[in-house]
């Protein structure tokens, strides 16, 4: 069974905190990308990644960052958390070949910054 | 921004009813995705329509799309309590996925 996996379900950090969030995928999938999830806003794209050590942005970067040394792994990096970057942070992959094939997500993190 | 919506924002039916869901975008597409999103699973995909499409089937689900007016819908017939859930359409635009605002569906047993 293809899997995502995420660092952490729930997560609470304080303001200021640096934060990290790991994604792993064992599909040997060349994209990775970064969500976060806010009601009544959807899904908004932070970062993605179409190959190891590449990133690209995506609509909502500032405050982010984005790490991804190993094909398998993409992590999510919050430089100086703020109360504003609390959301929910969904992973997801998908193969090479743009928009023919279907993202797989993880079950996503909780993230509060207090 | 080049999100797209989804209309209606929510919806109840009953058991065994047809419900539909409408979609519309911004941008250009090769493609066009439908998502589902509950908390037993989280974000699944559900289908996937091409461009050159214009309907697709899989199961109770059926989709259509007209990249003339940039819009999709989605129909689940004989619903299920298990349907319960969200559901988002994501256009593929130049690079990347983009995600509509989602219909919340709830089907009552």
């Known amino acids: 069974d293809v899997k995502v996996t995420q660092s952490s379900r729930y997560l609470v950090k304080r303001t200021g905190e640096k934060v990290f969030l790991e994604c792993v995928q064992d599909m040997d999938h060349e994209n990775m990308f970064w969500y976060r999830q806010d009601p009544g806003l959807g899904l908004r794209l932070i970062y993605f990644s179409y190959d190891v050590k590449m990133k690209e942005k995506g609509d909502i970067p500032e405050g982010y960052s984005v790490s991804r040394e190993k094909k398998e792994r993409f992590s999510l990096i919050l430089e100086s958390a703020s109360t504003n970057q609390t959301s929910m942070y969904l992973c997801?992959?998908?193969?090479?070949?743009?928009?023919?094939?279907?993202?797989?997500f993880g079950p996503g993190t909780r993230l509060t910054v207090l | 921004s080049q999100q797209g919506e989804e209309d209606p924002q929510a919806l109840s039916i009953q058991e065994g009813e047809n419900a539909t869901m409408n979609c519309s975008y911004k941008?250009?597409?090769?493609?066009l995705q439908w998502y589902r999103q509950n908390s037993g699973r989280g974000l699944v995909h559900l289908i996937l329509i091409r461009s050159n499409e214009r309907e697709k089937h899989s199961g109770r689900l059926r989709v259509t799309l007209d990249t003339s007016k940039k819009s999709s819908s989605l129909l689940i017939t004989a619903s299920r309590a298990a349907d319960t859930a969200s559901y988002f359409c994501v256009s593929l635009g130049t690079y990347k996925y983009i995600f509509g605002t989602g219909t919340r569906l709830k089907v009552l047993a």
């Open positions: 997801a992959s998908s193969s090479s070949g743009w928009g023919y094939n279907e993202q797989f």
């Open positions: 941008t250009s597409i090769n493609n």
